[in-house]
Each structure stands twice: as C-alpha cells, then as structure tokens.
C-alpha cells in the first residue's frame, strides 16, 4: 500500500448492494492454533464494533470451525461469504449483517 492510501472501504451510498469481495474484509483475525469454541468467540468480539455489511476474515485451522462459524453466522444474521481451504487451515470471509 501506498502513502495516503487507506486499507478500509470507503462509505457507499445508502443502499448500495453489498460487495462480496473476500479480499475487501476490513478485519483478519487469525485464530489458528485456537480449538473450539476460541475461533468463534473472536470472531463474535471482533464483528460486534464493526459497521453493518463491514466484512471480517477469520483464519482458524480447527475443524470444529468450518460447523461453528456458518452455525454462527446463521443464528446472528450475517453473512457467510466464503470458506476456502488455505495451506494452514480455513479462511472464513463474513460480512456483518445490515
């Protein structure tokens, strides 16, 4: 990145479709080495001060989390953008509900 240029997504209008772009998450957390229920509970703290449609991108290499957290997302209303094998585990992209 560049001086002057800034990682975070700016503001769209309102009502603007949400962009489902996995590499546009404002927020990774890498929860690998983490068992159970540790993936899911960072990724609750970290999405709670997020603006709705912010997107997060969760590292776990638990195999627990690939049911926790589309469990999680489900019963709190956000989105489950991916879930993609990477070299060390899973990364999960969710954008927060609006």
Known sequence: MQAGQ????????TGAALN???FDAVLEIDARGHHCPVPT???QKAI???APGAMVRLLADDPMAK???PHFCRENGHQLISAEAVSAGTAFTVAKRA
């Open 6 to 13: 800034s990682s975070c997504p700016k503001p769209g209008p």
């Open 48 to 50: 709670r001060n997020l």
């Open 41 to 43: 509970l960072k990724l």
């Open 20 to 22: 489902t772009d996995p």
């Open 67 to 69: 049911v926790d957290v």
